[in-house]
């Protein structure tokens, strides 16, 4: 998932856990096989109203009084802690839902991770290989292993790093949804379902998907934050065209979206002053030059107030593609028209004017392109 610049009118719980998504799926490629779960529960099997949970630890290689933490990912505070006697180690709380909790020891720069319920685990590891770690006892991080096996052949693709073609990509979106079908009372199911919309865009499907979770699971912060997405997609279904707009460029003429008819247009909103936009302009760069003789162009709206920052920007990016801006920053005309409050945020279009992708950041914009641009 990619960073964005937001505006104060979302409600501060989806900005609180996009940023522990974020941090979710950032420590995914370094724990995907480091651990391992040699007793399978069911999820029904979970407690997760219990008094909370209790882990208790083996590790090998740490003296007597090490200092052993559980780090929450999203603040990076401990939420219990413990010191090491005869090399074991008991760590207990609570967990309002089942979510990725992070050991270390000692303060050093590797950790075991959890996916932690309220459950009593057993876990043992060395201090050489603090990562490969067996943990037992807890469903929720079972199934979070078992996860991270079925996709790992899909690693780079669900990670939006490279370039793949169509055949993997529909292998990848079948894993992740019978992933998720299969695993319906999952807190991990939530990550592979956006997972999945990461890579199709299909919010009809990831609807049917996230119906057939269960209550418990729709409703944990992850799983609001897919419904707020949900909703987010039905204002601009994929298929059906995007409203004609115009806005002048940096000359004062007006540009509007219709001109660009018969050809493949990415609409995409940004500003100077926002990072997440700035780090992704490479990324557009790379497939503007790529697919620029094949029907395909970039239509920028900036949200920009000082001309000038926005006429740097363009010029130090590279963004040699036609730029409209009113500057009137979040007040955009355009922006307001199609109740945008995230940048960076775009549409792709097909020559009909049709919605075919939306935010593809990354690798996604051109594997998109790739299919349809043969």
């Known amino acids: 998932m990619a960073l964005s610049c937001k505006t104060f009118k979302f409600k501060k719980y989806i900005y609180s856990v996009m940023k522990k998504y974020l941090l979710l799926l950032a420590i995914l490629p370094f724990t995907s096989f480091a651990q391992t779960a040699t007793t399978k529960i069911k999820s029904k099997d ?29 603040s990076g505070q401990p939420e219990a802690s413990a010191t090491l006697k005869a090399g074991k180690f008991l760590l207990s709380g609570k967990m309002p839902f089942p979510d990725v909790r992070l050991i270390n020891f000692n303060n050093e720069q590797k950790y075991i991770t959890l996916f932690l319920d309220n459950s009593t685990i057993h876990l043992s590891t060395y201090r050489d290989s603090v990562q490969n770690a067996t ?6 991080h ?59 865009n299909d919010a009809i499907k990831v609807e049917e998907i996230f119906n057939s979770f269960t209550q418990a699971v729709r409703t944990s912060p992850v799983g609001n934050y897919i419904s707020q ?10 298929g059906k065209p995007l409203a004609d707009f115009s806005q002048e460029d940096k000359d004062g003429n007006k540009i509007s979206l219709s001109s660009f008819k018969g050809k493949y247009v990415l609409v995409d909103f940004w500003a100077s002053w926002c990072r997440p936009c700035r780090a992704e302009n490479p990324n557009l760069v790379r497939s503007f030059a790529a697919f620029k003789d094949k029907n395909f162009t ?22 040699n593609w036609t730029q409209v801006s009113d500057l009137k920053g979040w007040g955009n005309a355009v922006a307001q028209q199609f109740g945008i409050n995230s940048i960076p945020q775009s549409f792709l279009l097909d020559p009909n004017g049709n919605v075919i992708g939306k935010n593809l950041r990354g690798a996604a914009l051109e594997n998109k392109l790739n299919a349809v641009l043969k």
């Open 142 to 200: 079972t199934e979070f292993m078992d996860y991270l096996k079925v996709t790992k052949p899909y690693e780079g693709l669900i990670n939006q790093q490279g370039r793949y073609d169509a055949a993997t990509t529909a292998k990848a979106s079948d894993v992740l949804e019978n992933f998720t079908k299969s695993h319906p009372g999952s807190y991990v199911s939530p990550l592979a379902l956006y997972r999945h919309f990461q890579i199709n």
């Open 135 to 140: 943990v037992t006892g807890s469903a929720s």
């Open 298 to 319: 970039i239509f920028g709206v900036s949200l920009d107030k000082e001309k000038q920052k926005w006429l740097d920007a363009v010029a130090e990016d590279g963004l």
């Open 229 to 238: 997405i949900i909703a987010e997609e039905k204002k601009f279904p994929i």
């Open 46 to 74: 979970i407690a997760v109203n219990q008094s909370g949970f209790t882990i208790n630890g083996t590790v090998k290689g740490y003296e007597d009084g090490t200092l052993v933490n559980l780090l929450n990912p999203n």
